[in-house]
């Protein structure tokens, strides 16, 4: 059976949460709106499309000095390989990030990696401003601007064996769905699988996931506890 890797981006694919970083960086005086709204995504009291569309209302920036700022950052060096395995084995590789789709795009092209599927929020540069969209919004879903269980119940559906690789909270609805969980080592992701009893393997670079590609069943045994 073939194996569907669905991969966050940011501090996964990237070990830097970018989209973080560009918020930051292009909302300068902010700092305590953002740590109010990051304290109740947190919680659970704000979902993560609501935090994205507040984050962008208080950013100023174009297109170019975007992608200028995000280009500094880099993929985990790990990754294109474990991808050319991986395709070579017959497995899919999907990207799958609450991010934004402008820096997501560019940095897998400047890998060689444009031809990957990715879903990810879109931004709408208007002058200075940053206009969110949510093209992979699912209407089942109230929380996420991209709920990563949609496109792990589409792999499901293939007959696909499904892993989601990932770091942080908004990968929670797609741990839920998927039947093999990677988190990042220490991550947040990985506290959270713990407290609510989900499965999952820690990994540090996508040379282990790689690893424990090569090996499913016994992926599949040590995620299952």
């Known amino acids: 059976m073939p194996t569907a890797f669905l991969c966050d981006f940011d501090g996964t694919i990237s070990p830097s949460d970018i989209g973080a970083a560009f918020v930051r960086n292009f909302s300068p005086g902010r700092d305590a709106e953002r740590a109010a709204l990051l304290e109740r995504w947190r919680s659970g009291r704000l979902g993560s499309r609501e935090i994205t569309e507040a984050e962008c209302a208080l950013m100023r920036t174009s297109r170019s000095d975007a992608l200028a700022f995000t280009r500094r ?16 084995r017959g497995d899919q590789v999907m990207v799958v990030s609450e991010g934004f789709d402008f820096y997501v795009n560019d940095q897998l092209a400047r890998h060689g990696l444009e031809r990957l599927p990715v879903a990810a929020n879109h ?11 949510f093209p992979f919004s699912d209407p089942e879903c109230a929380s996420c601007g991209n709920c990563k269980a949609a496109h792990v119940r589409r792999y499901r559906a293939l007959g696909e064996r499904t892993v989601l690789v990932g770091d942080g909270l908004s990968d929670r609805c797609g741990a839920r769905a998927a039947e093999v969980v990677l988190a990042r080592a220490g991550s947040d992701l990985e506290g959270w699988c713990r407290a609510a009893s989900i499965p999952c393997t820690p990994f540090t670079s996508f040379a282990e996931v790689a690893a424990l590609a090569r090996v499913t069943p016994t992926a599949r045994r040590v995620a299952g506890g």
């Open 73 to 88: 950052f880099d993929l985990d060096p790990w990754f294109a390989p474990f991808v050319a395995e991986a395709l070579d």
């Open 123 to 133: 931004i709408r540069f208007a002058g200075d401003r940053v206009i969110p969209e």
